[in-house]
């Protein structure tokens, strides 16, 4: 059952005394070889002393005692913590070294700072995943930028993957989207655009704080298998047991994230769920959100890629097989869209015919392709996609119209 998000970790906590240190010195954990590459290491570009040589036990900012270590990726690990003078759980984010990431480092924390700054009163301000609080630490080769969060569980994907169907039970996927739309909503108020929205960046909130003294204790019980290389310790990730209790899903991973006043031509979105402007070198904004949430519902709830953009020739993703697979499921595109792209002339002719040297798969239907529903819930659930999978941005509908879809608010008004 899903619940408020973050209730418990809000509550006040004014005259309570602090938590106390802990010790983590348990030397009963399994020693991983230092031929064997661990978790980070696995990362494109991987390098030791980018990342901060964090060791669990440690406290950071004179108040986050590091209780193990939740997940990691390539410009950052998380950690679970202990506030001591707040007495709860919290998470933490800590990116490699500053210098090796340059001002994309404090992007994140730039759109957080942003979305603070939104109406307290917007529906969408819980949708988003909240900053508790942010600092620096030094590393022996440089500054890491730190963001403090409340703990979440699984991302979408990892939920997915717990489940043998392989997609999201129909009342669970509508209340993600709602959540996706008030994050989506609240953001445009902010006038900040996420670019990367997918499974993986979508998290469920812990409605039940036991999972993470749990956590900690089999910490101090059962210490997590490591390796230490030169002079370093990289510890394997650690999962959460399953809440008894969720809250709400909100939308996170925001260092991507641009300003909605600028105008926009860079490439991004992660390749499946890139837009026809992005392609195009179309200028972009908001709109390239709601295509990215567009076909990501297929895979939450078709299990596979709506668009899987592989060049045949190569065997790689090529913004033109991207192409012509739009064209087969959508037609091809407005002449006007064409004429405003940078980019164009790599794939259409002067008058508008595709010539990639790709040919365009065989013409399908969303009606088609999706084979999970029947009657009016079918036809509700393709028109509602439909209304994001549009060719001009223009024609998408916004996340407050999608708010209000046929399909949607028939399975999340209870």
Known sequence: MLSSIGRWASKALSGRQPWTLK????????????????????????????????????LLASRYQVVGKLGFGATSTVWLARDLPGRRHVALKVYVRSSSLGESAFQELHAYQRLEKGPVSHPGRGAVRTLLDSFTVSGPEGEHQCLVHPPLWDSIWTFLARNPVGRLPIPVLAIVLRQVFLALDYCRECQVIHTDISPGNIMFGIGDPSVLEKFEQDE?????????TGGRIIYQSREL?????????????????????EEHREDVQPDVYRSPEVILGVPWSYEIDVWNIGCAIWDMFEGGHLFDGTDPEHGVYRGRAHLAEMIALLGPPPPELVARGALSSKFFSENGQFQAGIPIPRSISLTDMETNLEGSDKRMFVEFLAKMLQWDPKNRQTPKQLLKDEWLMKHTQS
């Open 220 to 228: 101090l019980e059962h210490p997590t298998p490591r390796k230490e």
């Open 241 to 261: 047991q399953i809440p008894s209790r969720f809250s709400e899903p909100v939308l996170c991973d925001l260092g991507s994230s641009v300003w909605g006043e």
């Open 23 to 58: 010790t983590f010195a348990n030397p009963h954990f399994e020693r991983i070889g230092a031929n064997q590459l661990l978790e980070e290491e696995n990362m494109p570009e991987f390098s030791t002393v980018g990342y901060y040589p964090m060791r669990i036990g440690d």
